[in-house]
């Protein structure tokens, strides 16, 4: 099997979940690893490493950060952030996937890192919903300060040890999905 290929896949899918916990974090990080050389990208995302796009994912990370710790405005990200979140994904799983054919490299796009962001996306806001409901919002600082150390720390570390993160955030995927499946049983069985 290919070790290029799966490096990419892993470090896409590294990204990619990283969305799903905030959405323009690993858009900062892999712009700032482009424009230094750390991470090479398509020909056709040359322009997510340039001084621009550097900037302008700076500023969105910090208003986007920012934004999570004021009450009530934290619960209305998230229902912007789901589609955000599969975007992000799906531009950072594009952008790094090693193939000629550009229709391969979309579809494994939306699919893989789509898939990864909005899962994880998803487990936030029934962790943020979860936090409203239990702590009527008190709680929802932490969980956002939780959300973005993660983002923070799995995009980084994605650049350096992709497929050991990779492996960390399926595993993560994977429980997301079970107790989601999990809720939705309880509520169609009470």
Request: proline share 5%.
């Amino acid at each position: 099997m290919d070790t290029q290929l799966i490096t990419a896949v892993a470090l896409g899918i590294g990204l990619s979940a990283s969305a799903g916990f905030r959405v323009f974090v690993p858009l900062l990080v892999a712009s700032a690893a482009a424009h230094f050389g750390i991470l090479p990208l398509n020909e056709s995302f040359a322009w997510m490493g340039s001084p621009a796009a550097l900037v302008c994912f700076g500023i969105a990370t910090t208003v986007e950060i920012l934004a999570y710790y004021i009450p009530l405005v934290d619960n209305l990200l998230d229902t912007i952030a789901v589609p955000l979140s599969v975007i992000a994904g799906t531009l950072l799983m594009t952008s790094v996937f090693p193939s000629d054919n550009e229709w391969m490299k979309w579809v494994a796009g939306f699919v893989v890192g789509g898939g990864a962001a909005a899962t994880i996306q998803s487990g936030s806001v029934i962790t943020r919903l979860m936090s409203s409901k239990l702590t009527a919002g008190t709680a929802n600082p932490i969980v956002s300060t939780g959300e973005g150390i993660a983002a923070t720390g799995f995009s980084i570390l994605s650049l350096f040890s992709p497929v050991i993160v990779a492996i960390v955030l399926c595993l993560f995927i994977l429980v997301v999905l079970r107790f989601t499946y999990r809720k939705l049983l309880r509520k169609k069985h009470p």
